[in-house]
């Protein structure tokens, strides 16, 4: 039997909602895993809940480790997108508070 499509609009149902979040919060973690074991992949997933809980995820090393490595590699020094500047600022600032 086929499974059908599903609508992506907002679950009204907060119960089926957060019944919801649960499975594919854990569904995009399982990926992540096994794309990092597959591909030798460094991966970084951060989840926030309606709620604010945080949940994160760092295939290999720390998450910290891995922000890091994100804004050197975009090069943090010399960014002229303001926006872009905005999002590495926000990042830092949230990893500050993080750790």
Do not use: W
Request: charged share 25%; glycine share 8%; hydrophobic share 40%.
């Amino acid at each position: 039997m086929a499974r059908g499509k599903v609508q992506l609009k907002r679950i009204e149902n907060p119960v089926h909602r957060q019944v919801t979040f649960c499975k594919r919060r854990a569904g995009l973690l399982k990926k992540a895993k096994e794309l990092s074991v597959l591909c030798d992949a460094e991966i970084g997933v951060f989840i926030f809940s309606a709620h604010g809980k945080l949940y994160e995820l760092a295939t290999k090393g720390t998450m910290q480790g891995l922000v890091e490595r994100y804004l050197n590699s975009t090069g943090a020094t010399q960014v002229d997108n303001a926006k872009e500047k905005q999002v590495q600022v926000q990042v830092r600032l949230y990893c500050t508070l993080l750790f």
